[in-house]
């Protein structure tokens, strides 16, 4: 009887400079590398394996092929002191989206309140990394991004719209900071691999087959479904027109008259608590808020009271002082890829 392989336990500053290693092998300059770096282990930290390290390959990829560009020429636009629009010259998203976290809390102290749309990036990543950039400085943080259509929508057949996440970030003084991070799936695409590759069922309403049909059947599920129904579609939908079509990238419209090329496009906005009173106040009434959900009664069955964020921020300080687990597929890709570019492997 086999066993399934253990995965490797990598200290998280070593996988870090590794992962940036490769990054910058494949083209990006060393400090796009290591923003790009962050962001994954930041993820992997925090359980977010999709989001994680498993996408070094893959953005190796992006950059092999020219669909990311290696040496973007960003520019910013702004006409008002609180908007401004980042043009990405497609480069990476966790290139991107840093760089305009950066300008909206820039802003934001000096306006109370600030927006900075990105158009014409390239994945994103795990949008709640950028939102806690935000709230890391004291301020509040929300996110959306659209992205190319991969997910049903209510009353349509096929793939119609996005799995567009949205991300908020609230700042704490005792616990650590609220990160509600989701999409506007039922599932990941990437559960929907997983499952295809254990033979297990997929959940009642997550998934769906080529023409729109719910399916439980991992072997014909090619797309995830919406988060309750209508009410995730038209989430996605209005996350197009809140960053596409505002920022004058539209992505639904030309995807659906026959143009693939793979981009997305993203909204960061940053408000600061002192524009509203006191923002000491503000942070110790989070903490109220926070500790007072902490001593509800638990529900019969459950594991505890929890609020958006809080485990995965244990488990990202967990996997700091042990290391971060990597499976061994990665590990492999990962391997393969610094033998590739020369790059060795952390001991």
Known sequence: MSSTPAKILVPADDLRAFAAALLE?????????RTTADVF??????????????????????LAKGVA?????????????AAAVLDADRAPGPVALTAAADEAVRRAHETGIASVGVRRTVHTGAIGYYVSRIAEQGLVG????????????????GAAVATSPLAIAVPAREHAPLLLDMATATV????????????????????????GTPTTDPERAVMPLP?????????????????????????????????????????LVAVDPAAFGDPEAFVANVDDT????????????????????????????????????????????LGEHATRLGVALPV
């Not at 092998?25 to 590398?33: D, I, Y």
């Not at 282990?41 to 498993?54: F, L, P």
């Not at 996350?239 to 993203?266: C, M």
């Open 25 to 33: 092998k494949g083209g990006l300059s060393a400090e796009h590398a």
């Open 41 to 62: 282990v930041w993820a992997a930290q925090r359980g977010v394996d999709s989001h994680g390290t498993a996408r070094v390959p893959a953005y190796l990829d992006l």
């Open 69 to 81: 560009n290696a040496h973007p020429k960003m520019t910013i636009e702004s006409t008002t002191p």
């Open 142 to 157: 929300l996110g959306f991004v659209a992205g190319m259509p991969n997910m049903g929508y209510t009353g349509a057949q």
């Open 188 to 211: 990941a695409l990437g559960r929907i691999r997983q499952a295809r590759a254990n033979g297990t069922p997929l959940p009642q309403g997550a998934a769906a087959t080529e023409d």
């Open 227 to 267: 988060l309750g129904g209508a009410k995730g579609s038209g989430m996605s939908l209005a996350f197009e027109l809140l960053t596409s079509v505002l920022v004058g990238a539209p992505i639904f419209a030309p995807f659906h008259a026959g143009d693939r090329e793979h981009r997305q496009n993203a909204l």
């Open 290 to 333: 926070l500790t007072t959900l902490k001593g509800l009664p638990v529900a019969e069955g459950a594991e505890g009271v929890f609020y958006p964020g809080e485990r995965s921020a244990a488990l990202a300080g967990e996997r700091r002082a042990k290391g971060i687990p990597v499976a061994p597929k990665v590990w492999s890709q």
